[in-house]
């Protein structure tokens, strides 16, 4: 498979990345992943070392942020990608082209082992049906339809196996369904509660941290709890969802919120693992909050 990146060529993408928008390292290890469709993720050994080579060179600074580092391109950082502008127009369209050749060679893969089992599949039956020609051939034959059955009722087995998933699965689904929306009907009435008050950056704070607290149990998977309302304490509240001094700039200050909220659930998933139950469920309890924000922001301005 050829390089995704040719030698240098990342250097000057991530520069692209920054110039875009401050970003710490693994908000630039998630969105290269994003880029090429999940087909790529660059690992920390390779980004973390090129971003200090830049901020050595002076074209990339950084500030600690909630502990983190969150990298920004210098202005002489910009002066070096305006003046590769034609190579980073080659770049993007490799990156595109990276993207095509791996998606194929992912169906080359597929394609190949689906041929060669059918062949082995071809050859097994041949070979079945000269061995029934032969003086034992009888004996083989029935011990061949044995197996046959065998593995028909263990198919049959599974299928009901299956089933029976399908339905738990079903039934967990709407069970989360409904505990999703008590849970989002409470957070919206904490957040119109601020918005009548006009402090919607509060009331959208406080519930993405009410979420929050849902969604990190339910990815240590554990049961959903019936729902308190917890009493102010500084504990129980993410650092990031605390109060902060707005940079004066809304949409900004809402985009780091919610790449914050995003990195506590992916840190939640990594360190205890998700099972396809607990993806159903979070998906589920994400769509209903995105929905319910989506709302907030779009409605008319007192």
């Known amino acids: 498979m050829p390089p ?17 928008a401050p970003r710490h390292g693994y908000e630039v290890i998630r969105l290269l992943e994003e880029r090429f469709q999940g087909l790529y993720a660059p690992s920390a050994g390779t980004v973390y070392p090129r971003l200090a080579k830049l901020e050595a060179e002076g074209l990339v600074t950084h500030a600690t942020e909630g502990g983190r580092k969150v990298y920004s391109i210098t202005e002489a950082g910009r002066e070096e990608l305006a003046g590769r502008s034609g190579e980073l127009d080659d770049l ?11 998606a194929a060679e992912i169906r080359d893969d597929v394609r190949g082992a689906a041929g060669k089992l059918r062949s082995e599949m071809r050859a097994a039956a041949t070979e079945t049906r000269q061995t029934s020609k032969t003086a034992t051939g009888e004996q083989s034959w029935r011990a061949a ?35 999703m929306q008590r849970i989002a009907r409470q957070v919206q009435e904490q957040v119109q509660d601020h918005f009548a008050r006009g402090d919607w950056p509060t009331g959208v704070r406080e519930g993405l941290s009410e979420l929050s607290a849902q969604l990190g149990g339910l990815a240590k998977g554990t049961a959903w709890p019936p729902y308190i309302r917890p009493e102010p304490a ?5 650092e990031w969802a605390k109060e902060t001094p707005d940079s004066g700039d809304p949409a900004r200050d809402l985009d780091r919120l919610l790449d914050r909220f995003r990195d506590d659930i992916r840190d939640a998933a990594r360190d205890h693992g ?8 979070a998906r589920r309890h994400l769509s209903t909050a995105a929905a319910h924000i989506s ?5 008319p301005r007192p």
Request: hydrophobic share 35%.
């Open 92 to 102: 993007e369209r490799e990156i595109r082209e990276s993207v095509s050749e791996l």
């Open 295 to 299: 709302a907030l922001l779009r409605a």
């Open 234 to 238: 500084e504990e129980a509240v993410p």
């Open 274 to 281: 998700v099972t396809a139950t607990q993806l159903t469920e």
């Open 4 to 20: 995704v990146f040719a030698h240098g060529r990342l250097r000057l993408y991530l520069l692209k990345l920054l110039d875009e």
């Open 145 to 179: 339809k044995e197996e046959l059955r065998r593995a028909q009722q263990e198919w049959k087995e599974q299928t009901r196996r299956a089933k029976d998933e399908s339905r738990r699965a079903r039934e967990a689904q709407e069970t989360a369904r409904q505990e």
